[in-house]
Antibody
């Protein structure tokens, strides 16, 4: 069965970096792209962008350029989200979600990133 | 960008009664391939979202048949025929017709 398992919660200081992982299993990883979605505390869903898992080509939504980087390690069927120069407003749940036969068909459990001094 | 607007934002429902959520897009969601890529997601408290309905009216794997979707063009509806306790959560519409992907604000379904 399709599973996306994300790395655990992170507590970081402002200015630091964080790397969130999303380990995929149950399907051929390179056949389907991966979305990244942010959910600030008590708020709705915000699309950050997606990465083509076949070519490694990322696409970033407006507002998620510069400090946000999507990457892959296809040898371990894992997608990554790295955020640098963290700010308090980056505090949120970050989800990976497969762009499968249907968009957003499977989701990771979410990774809480907290930025606090 | 396509703006997705949901109404209502909160829906208190009696167990066993129906519930209905509307979603309106700022432009037509009909893709050049003829499909309309409007989906509905459910997010139970403390859980990640999950796909309920895709392409307006198709239930995703494992979704109970009390959930149904309808609509066309820019106006869409999610209906729950008889609300159960398990249905409590926030429901989002989302479009995959264009980039960037966009979501509605979410509608909170709660039991009266």
């Amino acid at each position: 069965q399709v599973q996306l398992v994300q790395s655990g919660s992170e507590l970081k200081k402002p200015g630091a970096s964080v790397k969130v992982s999303c380990k995929a299993s149950g399907y051929t990883f390179t056949n389907y792209a991966m979305h990244w979605v942010r959910q600030a505390p008590g708020q709705g869903l915000e699309w950050m962008g997606w990465i083509n898992t076949n070519t490694g080509n990322p696409t970033y939504a407006q507002g998620f350029t510069g400090r946000f980087v999507f990457s892959l390690d296809t040898s371990v069927t894992t997608a990554y989200l790295q955020i640098s120069s963290l700010k308090a407003e980056d505090t949120a749940l970050y989800y990976c979600a497969r762009k499968g036969t249907q968009d957003f068909d499977y989701w990771g459990q979410g990774t809480l990133v907290t930025v606090s001094s | 960008d396509i703006v997705m607007t949901q109404t209502p934002l909160s829906s208190p429902v009696t167990l066993g009664q129906p519930a209905s959520i509307s979603c309106r897009s700022s432009q037509s969601l009909v893709h050049s391939d003829g499909n309309t890529y409007l989906s509905w997601l459910q997010q139970r408290p403390g859980q990640p979202p999950r796909l309920l309905i895709y392409k307006i009216s198709n239930r995703f794997s494992g979704v109970p048949d009390r959930f149904s979707g309808s609509g066309a063009g820019t106006d869409f509806t999610l209906k729950i025929s008889r609300v159960e306790a398990d249905d409590v959560g926030v429901y989002y519409c989302t479009q995959a017709t264009q980039f960037p992907r966009t979501f509605g604000q979410g509608t909170k379904v709660e039991i009266k």
